[in-house]
């Protein structure tokens, strides 16, 4: 088995928003702020819940792609159990599926593939707001990930440190997270990485900052974390392997890309503070030299 590389609700609903009708969109967005529990009710619920008509609901779903209401609800569901699977879950599934071939092989393919169909999926323009933003010295920016997402968001901020002032990883103790959010004023940033399963501790502190008027940057999967009702604007790359572990792949992908992005936005600012850091390095000695 490889990665599946048939798209989600979400990413539907992102590649064909602009196919939608204005009360189409309504739903859609509904949607997206509650994913995918929003549309797991009646049709008659979601309607209502969304303030549309069931055949807004019906036209959507055919939009989409599916032949009714069922079919569409169908897919929301399995997706919901996708984000749902642990490690020995995922691991038997591709272990019952696997195709022929080395596991270099297998898991080279759903990378490829996992990077190939994000690529497809990502809005340039979200991501070029997203650089521009993280450019903007007028905020602060603040970075954190989960259990096992901290590793990218310590690498993130490691180099938004050295390309510009006031950034901050967050420690990995969530009850140390409110003082941060006490230093962060309306307009600052959050990034924050959360994938499947979702963290609640990650969602409790997109809320806080929600409150306080924290713009959110998410990087998530394509299940979409419940973050993304709360972020001002959402990364989502797929993230399934050959493996009981999710991959970080095409995550580390983006966030290496948006590095480079924010660096050139601000290229004589960072040159200057990287010559710095060189020197502050040599005083030091942090790095070998070459004998003379």
Same mark, same amino acid.
């Given at each position: !088995?490889?990665?599946?590389?048939?798209? *989600?609700?979400?990413?539907?609903?992102?590649?064909?928003?602009?196919?939608? *009708?204005?009360?189409?969109?309504?739903?859609?967005?509904?949607?997206?702020?509650?994913?995918?529990?929003?549309?797991? $009710?009646?049709?008659?619920?979601?309607?209502?819940?969304?303030? #549309?008509?069931?055949?807004?609901?019906?036209? *959507?779903?055919?939009?989409? =792609?599916?032949?009714?209401?069922? =079919?569409?609800?169908?897919?929301?569901?399995?997706?919901?159990k996708?984000?749902?699977?642990?490690?020995?879950?995922?691991?038997?599934?591709?272990?019952?599926?696997?195709?022929? =071939?080395? @596991?270099?092989?297998?898991?080279?393919?759903?990378? !490829?593939?996992?990077?190939?169909?994000?690529?497809?999926?990502i809005?340039?323009?979200?991501?070029?707001?997203?650089s +521009?933003?993280?450019a903007?010295?007028?905020?602060?920016?603040?970075?954190?990930?989960?259990?096992?997402?901290?590793?990218?968001?310590?690498?993130?901020?490691?180099?938004?440190?050295? #390309?510009?002032?006031?950034?901050?990883?967050?420690?990995?103790?969530p009850?140390?997270?409110?003082?941060?959010?006490?230093?962060?004023?309306?307009?600052?940033?959050?990034?924050?990485?959360?994938?499947?399963?979702y963290?609640?501790?990650?969602?409790?502190?997109?809320?806080?900052?929600? +409150? &306080? =008027?924290?713009? @959110? #940057?998410?990087?998530?999967?394509q299940?979409?974390?419940?973050?993304?009702g709360?972020?001002?604007?959402?990364l $989502?790359? &797929?993230?399934?392997?050959?493996?009981?572990?999710?991959? $970080?792949?095409?995550?580390?992908?983006?966030?290496? $890309? /948006?590095?480079?992005?924010?660096?050139?936005?601000?290229?004589?600012? *960072?040159?200057?503070? @990287?010559?710095?850091?060189?020197?502050?390095?040599?005083?030091?000695?942090?790095? /070998?030299? +070459?004998?003379?």
């Open positions: !088995m490889v990665a599946s590389s048939q798209p *989600t609700i979400s990413e539907l609903i992102r590649t064909r928003y602009s196919d939608l *009708t204005r009360k189409e969109r309504k739903f859609a967005d509904i949607l997206l702020a509650n994913y995918p529990v929003a549309g797991l $009710a009646s049709i008659t619920e979601v309607a209502d819940n969304a303030g #549309v008509s069931t055949p807004t609901i019906l036209r *959507t779903a055919k939009k989409l =792609g599916f032949k009714g209401f069922p =079919g569409f609800q169908s897919a929301l569901r399995r997706e919901l996708e984000t749902l699977a642990n490690p020995i879950a995922k691991h038997e599934r591709w272990a019952s599926e696997a195709p022929e =071939g080395h @596991i270099l092989n297998q898991f080279a393919d759903a990378t !490829m593939e996992n990077l190939s169909s994000s690529l497809r999926q809005d340039h323009r979200t991501f070029d707001k997203v +521009k933003l993280l903007d010295e007028d905020r602060k920016i603040a970075v954190v990930g989960g259990r096992l997402s901290h590793a990218l968001a310590d690498y993130l901020a490691t180099h938004l440190q050295v #390309v510009r002032n006031d950034v901050t990883l967050l420690s990995t103790s009850s140390r997270w409110p003082h941060h959010l006490l230093n962060m004023s309306k307009g600052d940033v959050l990034v924050l990485f959360d994938v499947r399963r963290e609640a501790n990650l969602s409790d502190l997109a809320r806080l900052a929600e +409150k &306080r =008027g924290i713009r @959110i #940057v998410l990087f998530t999967d299940w979409m974390s419940p973050v993304s709360r972020a001002a604007h959402t $989502a790359v &797929r993230i399934e392997v050959p493996s009981g572990w999710d991959s $970080a792949v095409v995550t580390m992908f983006m966030v290496e $890309a /948006l590095v480079a992005a924010v660096e050139t936005h601000r290229w004589p600012q *960072t040159r200057a503070r @990287i010559k710095d850091l060189e020197k502050l390095f040599d005083d030091t000695r942090r790095f /070998l030299k +070459k004998p003379e």
